[in-house]
């Protein structure tokens, strides 16, 4: 099993009305990798809001009929999920679309609140009723409330900045202006562009820029809000910037990101290369063939290679139609699609004595399942190296770890991991070297270390807002 994060976001905006729809469902596309349990797409025409979402992959949920319902626009935004807050639904498909006082909102969300139980509570004691049990419905009632008394909708975004807290990068469309947002720590990538023909395009990673025939711009600083008008204009709000350092997730080098993509000026294909090297450095073995776990480990079994001498091979084919195994939420789903997601390549494999580079191990399921793979296909050893450091503790911000009840590196020491897992040897990267993947950008460590940045709840759980009566722990 490899760690998930839960979502990516996309937002349009055209100085002339054009087909946004198709325009951020391949903008979507690029950024399937970030969510697969639902999508959606909401476009603006006139002020008018036409949207499709629903529960599955991209390429299911839209066909060329729900594609050609949409009217040219101007403004469109889109999303990715995988829930980390709120089950999985279609009530929490995203983008959630809002109408109140003022108008229409729409609004996707890629993070985690840390405090949205509490401002849940509040929003409810105070007559809201909501349709979700996702933490982004929170952060439009906060937006919402704010624009009541505000001038302009992006005074009242900025507003909510104030009171919601934890990991967020957003994309806010009103009725006539499109927002990005990344929270003040920049937990969450964002970053923008601009077509040829004038469209300007915000989304979590550079490669759905690339998909669309955008070029990149730049980042979102962290705290940064970006203002689009139709009319072309850009304004850069920062009353949030510069508040506290910087704590970007780790993760997006070590497994979230898309190798091609760039991160606050950190290529992720390098990122990952220089870990494999700094694995080599730390736990060299003597082999006769480095081999890479589809998809992420393969950049660090490059590096690890390069730095060891000993040959990269390609040992492990992937089902291309196979989605990532974590991101199936039932531990039945994740170990069926280990079975057949990944296979040996035997000729490559028989009679060797082989390293295999994955991102990480979680419950260890699917490292088990890698190794005896390698065994039954004729490999003498089996090396297992890891190019993150020991999953230890909850993820608050946006990944899927919500206690350290499945975390086998919580309560079992590396060597016994390695007994667990059927390997010769076990390494992981030491937590020394994760400056190597996010040079000269603070970084959040976490899930690694226990320590964090922002306030976090010790009772928050995934599913908070979706337990059974009778599993519910009273309130003292």
Do not use: W
């Not at 980390?84 to 108008?103: D, L, S, Y």
């Not at 349709?131 to 009632?141: G, P, Q, V």
């Not at 730095?307 to 039945?332: C, D, V």
Request: contains cysteine.
């Amino acid at each position: 099993m490899s760690i998930h994060e839960e979502c990516g976001v996309f937002g349009a905006i055209s100085p002339e009305r054009k087909d946004l729809g198709r325009l951020a469902y391949y903008g979507l596309y690029a950024l399937q990798h970030r969510g697969q349990e639902s999508c959606g797409i909401v476009v603006d025409d006139d002020g008018l809001f036409y949207s499709h979402k629903d529960l599955g992959l991209v390429g299911d949920v839209f066909s060329k009929e729900d594609l050609d319902r949409l009217p040219d626009s101007t403004m469109a935004v889109g999303h990715v999920r995988y829930s980390t807050t709120g089950e999985k639904t279609r009530a929490n498909c995203q983008p959630i679309e809002v109408n109140h006082q003022k108008g229409k909102l729409a609004l996707a969300h890629n993070g985690n609140l840390t405090n949205s139980d509490k401002l849940r509570d509040r929003l409810e004691l105070s007559g809201a009723i909501f349709h979700t049990t996702s933490d982004t419905e929170t952060i439009a009632y906060i937006i919402t409330g704010k624009r009541l008394h505000c001038g302009s909708i992006e005074d009242a975004v900025s507003q909510a900045m104030d009171e919601i807290e934890g990991a967020y990068s957003l994309v806010v469309m009103s009725a006539a202006k499109l927002m990005a947002v990344r929270d003040p720590y920049g937990y969450r990538p964002l970053c923008y562009g601009k077509t040829a023909d004038g469209t300007y395009i915000v989304a979590s990673e550079s490669c759905a820029l690339q998909a669309v025939g955008a070029t990149f711009i730049r980042d979102l600083e962290p705290g940064e809000m970006l203002v689009f008008s139709t009319d072309g204009k850009v304004e850069s709000r920062r009353e949030h910037c510069n508040k506290v350092p910087r704590q970007s997730c780790i993760f997006e080098q070590i497994y979230f990101a898309r190798p091609d993509s760039v991160i606050d000026g950190i290529p992720i294909h390098e990122a990952r290369v220089r870990a494999g090297r700094a694995l080599a450095k730390a736990y060299p073995v003597d082999a006769d063939a480095v081999i890479g776990v589809p998809d992420s480990g393969l950049n660090a079994a490059v590096g690890y290679a390069q730095e060891s001498g000993i040959p990269y091979s390609i040992g492990l084919i992937k089902n291309k139609y196979i989605a990532r195994t974590f991101i199936s939420p039932g531990q039945r789903e994740r170990d069926n699609q280990v079975h057949i997601k990944l296979n040996p390549i035997s000729s490559i494999v028989k009679g060797k004595r082989i390293i295999l580079v994955d991102d990480s191990i979680v419950r260890g399921t699917t490292s088990r399942r890698l190794v005896t793979m390698m065994r039954d296909a004729g490999a003498t050893e089996v090396h297992m190296r890891i190019s993150a450091p020991p999953f230890l503790h909850p993820c608050y911000y946006g990944v899927d770890i919500d206690s350290e009840d499945n975390l086998i590196a919580a309560h079992h020491s590396v060597d016994e991991i390695c007994k667990l897992i059927g390997a010769d040897s076990l390494g992981y990267l030491p937590i020394e070297d994760l400056e190597l993947l996010s040079p000269g950008v603070g970084y959040c460590a976490g899930c690694f270390t226990g320590k964090y940045a922002t306030k976090v709840s010790k009772h928050y759980r995934k599913d908070r807002f979706s337990t059974p009566l009778s599993q519910r722990k009273k309130k003292k």
